[in-house]
């Protein structure tokens, strides 16, 4: 196994329009779990395909460690690249049982006998369904299958597992079991995982980084948690998290991070500045202070162990928040912003 790299790849289709992915960077670690993220039709697809080899790029290269899998003149195909390509419509033969699924695979490359065995026992054991190699797919339930599929693809021990958002389908419900299996598989097989997905949440849950993309680029690559507390830009901003954007004339000179005091001082000394700034506010950051920003209860709902709120700010604005207390419609809510992050 190695690194994942890709060296500013482009992939033109030639249809006229914009390149479906543009000078895109980015590696995977050994061992790493990307999400890529980013709006329907801005080249997941396209990116995941060319990895594992069913488009070429038009620019740039593709390595796994030292080994050129791609360039504009070079093309390995698929079934050299050592990977795995899991897709959201997984097909099991409904004939065989569950072993013989899983261990399709390892019959096509001539595997046999002990080693054949104890590499379907393995692949079953990582999915936790070793109790089920004799059953039959329709005897399973649709995370089971599923678990089946990834075992399937597990089995011949690929450098790199590339699924391209394999839940888009699914329940809520199953959803969220599936993305424990998927967490657990990664950990468990110690593959190198690219996960493609549209849901913010689905990657921040999953993955050890998330890169995300818009309009075939990448916008920024970093751990869940970095691109949550510092995203770049209001494209990030906006597709990861809760949260308000507020946009102000500011002076000169705004830090990253604004914490309370400075955060009222430059809403105080807004109206005048040279710049505007965009400032994100997360809604765990906006807490009651009678002292604080005046805001109106805009709307409200009700989530169980909380009540999110949209609040109206004097200027207009809309801020979100969450409270603890029973709040309505109307209700005056001054706020302090206890820290918020300049896009
Ligand atoms: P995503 O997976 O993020 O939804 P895709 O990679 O499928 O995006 O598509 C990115 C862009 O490339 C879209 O504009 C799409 O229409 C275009 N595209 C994808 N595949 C082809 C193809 N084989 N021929 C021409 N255009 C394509
Ligand atoms: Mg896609």
């Not at 002292?291 to 709902?301: A, F, K, N, Q, W």
Request: glycine share 10%; proline share 5%; with cysteine.
């Amino acid at each position: 196994m190695a690194k994942l790299i890709l060296n500013h790849i482009s992939k033109d289709f030639g249809t006229g329009g914009r390149a479906a992915v543009n000078a895109l960077s980015l590696d995977v670690r050994e061992g790493g779990f990307l999400a890529l993220l980013g709006p329907s039709g801005c080249g997941k697809t396209t990116v995941l395909r060319m990895i594992a080899g069913f488009e070429q790029p038009t620019d740039g290269s593709i390595h796994l460690g030292e080994r050129l899998l791609a360039d504009a003149a070079n093309m390995l195909p698929p079934e050299r690249r050592n990977m795995a390509m899991v897709f959201q419509s997984y097909a099991l033969w409904p004939h065989m049982n569950v072993a013989d699924n899983v261990g399709y695979p390892l019959k096509v490359r001539g595997i046999s006998g002990e080693r054949y065995r104890e590499k379907v026992r393995e692949a079953l054991a990582t999915v936790r369904l070793g109790d089920y190699a004799e059953r039959r797919p329709a005897d399973l339930s649709g995370g089971q299958r599923q678990r089946v599929a990834l075992a399937r693809c597990l089995v011949t021990s690929p450098d790199v597992v590339l699924l391209d958002e394999p839940l888009a389908n699914l329940d809520r419900h199953l959803k969220k079991e599936m993305e424990e299996t998927f967490r657990e598989f990664h950990q468990r097989s110690g593959a190198t995982m690219v996960y493609v997905t549209h849901d913010q949440s689905e990657a921040m849950a999953l993955a050890t980084d998330v890169a995300v993309m818009s309009e075939g680029r990448l916008l920024q690559m970093a751990p869940p948690a970095e691109i949550y507390a510092r995203p770049e830009g209001k494209m990030v901003g906006g597709l990861v998290g809760q949260g308000a954007i507020l946009s102000f004339a500011f002076p000169d000179g705004v830090p990253r991070r604004v914490d309370w005091p400075s955060f009222r001082g430059l809403w105080e000394n807004r109206v005048g500045g040279s710049g505007n700034a965009d400032i994100l506010v997360r809604p765990e950051d906006v807490v009651a202070d009678a002292e604080g920003i005046s805001c109106r209860v805009d709307s409200v709902l009700y989530e169980g162990e909380r009540y999110a709120m949209r609040l109206s700010m004097p200027d207009g604005q809309l801020l979100r928040a969450y409270s603890r207390e029973a709040v309505a419609t109307g209700d005056d809510y001054p706020v302090a912003i206890r820290s918020a992050w300049r896009l």
